[in-house]
């Protein structure tokens, strides 16, 4: 993964500050679900 442009000086602003950098970069694995409302609506009304 490509670091942007603000990464080392926001990375160096955090150790001035008495950070210790442990993992760099640190990855975060996300799964994002989107639900509408008429999803739901479909879902509810075929399961009963």
Do not use: Q, R
Not at 13 to 28: M, N, Y
Not at 31 to 39: A, D, Q, Y
């Amino acid at each position: 993964m490509a670091k942007d442009i603000i990464h080392e000086p926001v990375k160096n602003a955090l150790i001035k500050d008495g950070w210790t950098i442990t993992a760099d970069p640190f990855t975060i694995n996300m799964i994002v679900v989107k639900i509408t409302t008429e999803e739901v609506v479909k879902w509810v009304t075929m399961s009963h």
